[in-house]
């Protein structure tokens, strides 16, 4: 690695003391717990963490790349680049001091994230985490924003890089940490200008597909003959502004922009998941997870470059879309933007469309995924992330044959409820330690489940695209109607539809043109019900829809049709509420809102399990005959001081009454819908009048499942009922 190599060059021309010992174990003192890496290097190895005079290792239950990352940074490294699980750097000795870690990313030291207690867990050496750490910042000196002499950063001093077999798939990388998407030139001897300080790189060697310097080789220090007349440098492609996420990991983090020689922030006012696709395929990946505000990666520091954002989500960069300078904005460094982009493809391979082999796709290349702790969690993300509803086995040891190339998901951890499989935990792409008799497999329920979405418009319209056969497609509008428009709408979270749009009102999408072959009443809850999918046509435009947006979408998850987490659609994206002031009033809004009758518990203390995203709502004081919640009184949209262990729930009730009407033997054609079954045919006109009264069981929560629960609508808009009556 080349920051063992920077030691050696740092010690060499005695810029620095440096305080390693001989068996390379290196240690930092924070405000609360000391913390260094053991069995590796200065940057990387097994975590240990010193207290009340001890040192112990740390469990790597639940450990990923945000506890990695409090870690490096509270030994002064940037950022992680991995979390390593199962000993990767050796065995420790001594007491298991943590377990169960879970940062949110942000915090300065590891003793500030949640866990268990000091020394309580249920661990054994085996399981100690380690870490992989981003060891130098980068810049470019005597050019441009874009152009320059290439300078690194090692523990507080900037040195340069030897030219010596310096290459475009080095500027590359070089171009890529700095946010912009290319190089268009590498340079030598000196073309910029010669530096000063120590030559800190030498012989740096990169595959190009690296995302830092740091991961690339280099050829070492020793009897070099490098001087600052071979300081190397770069030209990056400036077709788009830079940009880059900071705070997170390579696909999330706080979003910063490049522009006029120096690194800014983007305010959140108005910031939305249209704003966030850009950025997301701007910085190479394929759409947005979400959109993050309120300084969710932390506030960053230096300029607030752009305000008010208004992207159509179509543009290639992000300055193509409407946005205020940076000397009119009126933000502070805690109303910092973020996203989360969706990094990865998947496919199946070697067996069918709903069996097969997992696989990948990162950094332009296809791989597959070890089976080291996989099980129907993670099989159950894989199959909804193809568009099916989910896992009836996931297999292990190369089932369905070993795959080629690299493996590059290894210990992945899922809780079951992602949409993607890279929002599960795992050890970081590309570490392992596998081969491909260990391929992991799944073998999906082949009953579609059909996730819906509005491109190219705002949360609450848009063209209409339905993820089919792994990849998002479009519908042709022929026979398109308001029915269907309504379904759709009320799959998304919102009441009706006001609107339907053909003609590719909101432009021409990619992927398939699908055929609806079905036909909905307009009364149904998901396009499952209604619509099939499957015939793919060429000649007829895509179809669009505007939903009602009167009152933002309402849903409950994490329960059943009639109880669960409450869950509001607002400003493109789901989020939970706060059970401060919550009470049965604010229930029954709810409930009402959602067509039951009233409701019989107000749940607190996330009772149905806590939510992920945004908390959109706080302190909701309703008198309890509001039609909506949005009537009610609340501070306003993400003003709160709550955490999701504080999200609310409801338990609703209903009632059903089928006016007085008779049964007979007589066969009717235009018969509705029985709401209750019979036993049999009656042989005489009976009279009747039936009043249904519908109660959840006494003990609702033993209807739920950690594995697989049952929720009215996932967080990707898929309802799923399970034993439930259906309302007329």
Known sequence: MVTSRIEGALTRIGTMQLWCLLVVICSVTSNANEIRLVGGADNYGRVEVNYTGQWGTVCDDKWDLNDANVACRQLGFESALGGNRRASYGQGTGPILLDDVNCVGNETTLDQCKHPGVGVHNCGHDEDAGVVCITYGIRLASGDYNYGRVEVSYKGQWGTVCDTGWDLNDANVVCRQLGFGSALENKTGAHYGEGTGPILLVGVDCDGNETHLDQCLDSGFEDHDCNHTRDAGVVCD??????????????????????NGQWGTVCDDGWDMNDANVVCRQLGFESAYE????????????????????????????????????????????????????????RLTGGAYNYGRVEVFYNDQWGTVCDHGWDLNDADVVC????????????????????TGPILLDEVSCLGNESSLDQCRHRGFGVHDCTHAMDAEVMCDGNTTYEIRFADGAYNRGRVEVFFDGQWSTVCDD???????????????????????????????TGLILLDGGECLGNETMVDQCMQFGSEVHNCTQSGVVCNSNTYGLRLAGGADNYGRVEVYYNGQWGTVCDDGWDLNDA?????????????????????????????????????????????????????NCQHSEDVGVVCEYTIEETTSEMTTEPSSTAPRTLLPTTGAPTTSIPITVTTTIRPSTAPTTLLSTTAPTTLLSTTGKFSFSNSLPIG
């Open 238 to 259: 400036s077709n788009t502004n830079g940009i880059r996420l900071i705070g997170g990991a390579e696909n999330y983090g706080r979003v910063e922009v490049f522009y």
């Open 479 to 509: 026979e398109w109607d308001l029915n269907d428009a309504n379904v759709v709408c009320r799959q998304l979270g919102f009441r009706s539809a006001l609107t339907i749009e053909i003609n590719a009102s909101y432009g021409v999408g």
């Open 588 to 640: 029954n809004v709810v409930c009402r809102q959602m067509g039951f009758d009233f409701a019989l518990e107000s749940k607190d203390d996330s009772f149905y399990g806590p939510g992920m995203g945004p908390i959109l709502l706080d302190d909701v004081d309703c008198f309890g005959n509001e039609t909506s919640l949005n009537q009610c009184r609340h501070p306003g949209f993400e003003f709160h």
């Open 384 to 403: 909804r992330q193809l568009g099916l509803e989910s896992a009836l086995e996931s297999e292990s040891v190369a089932f369905y044959g070993q795959g």
């Open 291 to 346: 959109s993050k505000g309120s300084a969710f990666y932390g506030p960053g520091t230096g300029p607030i470059l752009l305000d008010d954002v208004s992207c159509f989500g179509n543009e290639t960069s992000l300055v193509q879309c409407r946005h205020l300078v940076s000397e009119d904005h009126d933000c502070e460094h805690r109303e910092d933007a973020g996203v989360v982009c969706n990094s990865i493809k998947i």
